[in-house]
């Protein structure tokens, strides 16, 4: 069974893995914008705090789960459920992983299909033109290319292209090879972007407000925005790293590879804050507060450049890459519930899912033309927005993943024994000195945090 299922190559491939299903959109757009209209460096650090007390805990549920029953969610909750309280309902979690994953994706593809775009534009020049004038370039995007309902669904198709192949030649012959290529590309555009942001004017006061904390600035709004972005970051609450955890063998440390895999992703975040804030900073551009920065204002600061076509060209690259690892493990998910629950192969589930919602992004992509506002696109936002782009993410980030992660931390805490758990945890790792710590992360601190979220959905309170 384990062996037609696949597993990684080794350690080095499932770190790799793992980390690009979590860092994607929401490092390199949605954590820089949430944290300029969060005022910096207070909420970097509860930002922090909820990844080592929240994320990585739960991180560790899920890969636990995966390995211990080599399945993916549907299967693996059922699995283990099954002579404990509750019984096969906790297989309804994993289904609610595979819708989370069939959503998300239904949109998250429809943003990074724009990244292809923009990375033409780049190197065919037009993108350095359209931003010599900051209005002419919001004109286009909110107008001529979001309205575009041809080309909207042209690049998201292409985009679930290249996630429907990648899943299609499996766990190491495509996924973690996809990785191994685009992990280090992207860690290398980063560096030479940094390098770039700390020649420029900017960059000390960029890092001042990430890192200078002022707490008289701090609401419980920024603090639960803080923890659902911790969520969607690491990629948690939908069984994606239990999937990507029913691939390791029993050698590898399980709470190591969460606390890397956190690690490397939170770094990536504030890299990617330093380098925005810095390039913004030193141009005398006024920042809106729209989350479309990334799309309108960075090409504007570029423009200002010598080499602004080759810096437009790998910032979208780089943005690329990110989603193309994430989409990657969301179709995964979704793909593997056919594989193992429905016994189909990995070609045919693959082809099906990746067809099926493709298809139903379409009508997402379609959305976004005319009638919706630029304002009202939030990528993993509270607000519910107009148009079926907007109730798609509305359900999935407020509804599906805290849902998700809560019924993890429970099933994780209070139904799988102490014993279950820590024999788990040891393998490929030793005694685990931290377990108490973790239990405790786990069955208490986790399932109130993320209950905070869902009762301030049903009480309709927005973060701001
Ligand atoms: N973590 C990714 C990002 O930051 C998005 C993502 C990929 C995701 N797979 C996921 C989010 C699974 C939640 C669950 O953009």
């Given at each position: 069974?384990?062996?037609?299922?696949?597993?990684?190559?080794?350690?080095?491939?499932?770190?790799?893995?793992?980390?690009?299903?979590?860092?994607?959109?929401?490092?390199?757009?949605?954590?820089?914008?949430?944290?300029?209209?969060?005022?910096?460096?207070?909420?970097?650090?509860?930002?922090?705090?909820?990844?080592?007390?929240?994320?990585?805990?739960?991180?560790?549920?899920?890969?636990?789960?995966?390995?211990?029953?080599?399945?993916?969610?549907?299967?693996?909750?059922?699995?283990?459920?099954?002579?404990?309280?509750?019984?096969?309902?906790?297989?309804?979690?994993?289904?609610?992983?595979?819708?989370?994953?069939?959503?998300?994706?239904?949109?998250?593809?429809?943003?990074?299909?724009?990244?292809?775009?923009?990375?033409?534009?780049?190197?065919?020049?037009?993108?350095?033109?359209?931003?010599?004038?900051?209005?002419?370039?919001?004109?286009?995007?909110?107008?001529?290319?979001?309205?575009?309902?041809?080309?909207?669904?042209?690049?998201?198709?292409?985009?679930?292209?290249?996630?429907?192949?990648?899943?299609?030649?499996?766990?190491?012959?495509?996924?973690?090879?996809?990785?191994?290529?685009?992990?280090?590309?992207?860690?290398?555009?980063?560096?030479?972007?940094?390098?770039?942001?700390?020649?420029?004017?900017?960059?000390?006061?960029?890092?001042?407000?990430?890192?200078?904390?002022?707490?008289?600035?701090?609401?419980?709004?920024?603090?639960?925005?803080?923890?659902?972005?911790?969520?969607?970051?690491?990629?948690?609450?939908?069984?994606?790293?239990?999937?990507?955890?029913?691939?390791?063998?029993?050698?590898?440390?399980?709470?190591?590879?969460?606390?890397?895999?956190?690690?490397?992703?939170?770094?990536?975040?504030?890299?990617?804050?330093?380098?925005?804030?810095?390039?913004?900073?030193?141009?005398?551009?006024?920042?809106?507060?729209?989350?479309?920065?990334?799309?309108?204002?960075?090409?504007?600061?570029?423009?200002?450049?010598?080499?602004?076509?080759?810096?437009?060209?790998?910032?979208?690259?780089?943005?690329?890459?990110?989603?193309?690892?994430?989409?990657?493990?969301?179709?995964?998910?979704?793909?593997?519930?056919?594989?193992?629950?429905?016994?189909?192969?990995?070609?045919?589930?693959?082809?099906?899912?990746?067809?099926?919602?493709?298809?139903?992004?379409?009508?997402?992509?379609?959305?976004?033309?005319?009638?919706t506002k630029?304002s009202s696109i939030n990528?993993?936002?509270?607000?519910?927005t107009a148009?079926?782009?907007g109730?798609?993410?509305?359900?999935?980030?407020?509804?599906?993943?805290?849902?998700?992660?809560?019924?993890?931390?429970?099933?994780?805490?209070?139904?799988?024994?102490?014993?279950?758990?820590?024999?788990?945890?040891?393998?490929?790792?030793?005694?685990?000195?931290?377990?108490?710590?973790?239990?405790?992360?786990?069955?208490?601190?986790?399932?109130?945090?993320?209950?905070?979220?869902?009762?301030?959905?049903?009480?309709?309170?927005?973060?701001?």
């Amino acid at each position: 069974m384990a062996e037609s299922r696949g597993q990684w190559s080794g350690r080095l491939g499932f770190i790799l893995a793992a980390t690009g299903s979590a860092i994607g959109l929401g490092n390199l757009w949605k954590f820089p914008y949430i944290t300029h209209e969060n005022n910096g460096g207070a909420f970097v650090l509860v930002y922090i705090a909820m990844v080592l007390l929240v994320g990585v805990p739960i991180m560790i549920a899920e890969i636990l789960v995966g390995r211990r029953t080599q399945l993916s969610p549907v299967g693996a909750f059922r699995i283990l459920g099954q002579d404990k309280p509750g019984g096969k309902v906790w297989s309804g979690v994993g289904f609610l992983g595979v819708l989370a994953g069939f959503t998300i994706l239904s949109y998250y593809s429809v943003v990074a299909g724009w990244t292809i775009h923009y990375t033409w534009l780049s190197f065919t020049g037009k993108l350095a033109e359209l931003a010599t004038d900051p209005v002419g370039l919001q004109t286009y995007f909110g107008g001529e290319f979001l309205a575009n309902g041809p080309q909207q669904i042209v690049y998201h198709l292409l985009f679930m292209g290249l996630t429907t192949g990648a899943v299609y030649f499996g766990v190491k012959g495509g996924i973690e090879r996809v990785a191994k290529i685009l992990l280090p590309l992207l860690f290398l555009i980063l560096i030479i972007l940094l390098f770039y942001s700390s020649t420029t004017s900017g960059f000390h006061e960029a890092l001042r407000f990430l890192f200078i904390p002022d707490f008289s600035t701090l609401t419980t709004g920024s603090v639960l925005e803080a923890l659902g972005h911790a969520f969607f970051t690491l990629s948690l609450g939908m069984g994606a790293m239990l999937t990507y955890g029913s691939y390791i063998g029993k050698d590898i440390s399980i709470p190591r590879a969460a606390f890397q895999i956190s690690l490397l992703d939170t770094l990536i975040a504030l890299i990617a804050c330093v380098i925005m804030f810095s390039i913004i900073n030193s141009s005398n551009i006024d920042v809106s507060k729209s989350s479309t920065i990334l799309f309108t204002t960075i090409p504007t600061v570029f423009a200002q450049l010598p080499a602004a076509n080759f810096f437009n060209a790998i910032f979208y690259l780089l943005i690329g890459f990110a989603a193309l690892t994430s989409t990657i493990s969301l179709l995964e998910v979704v793909s593997s519930y056919a594989i193992d629950d429905l016994g189909w192969s990995r070609q045919r589930s693959t082809l099906t899912m990746g067809s099926v919602i493709a298809v139903f992004g379409v009508l997402n992509a379609l959305s976004l033309g005319g009638n919706t506002k630029l304002s009202s696109i939030n990528l993993v936002g509270r607000e519910s927005t107009a148009g079926i782009f907007g109730t798609m993410d509305y359900l999935a980030s407020n509804w599906f993943l805290p849902v998700g992660g809560f019924l993890i931390a429970l099933f994780v805490g209070w139904v799988l024994g102490a014993r279950e758990t820590s024999e788990e945890l040891e393998k490929g790792h030793g005694v685990f000195a931290w377990f108490k710590l973790w239990r405790l992360l786990i069955r208490f601190v986790a399932p109130l945090a993320v209950g905070a979220i869902i009762v301030s959905v049903i009480l309709g309170r927005e973060y701001q």
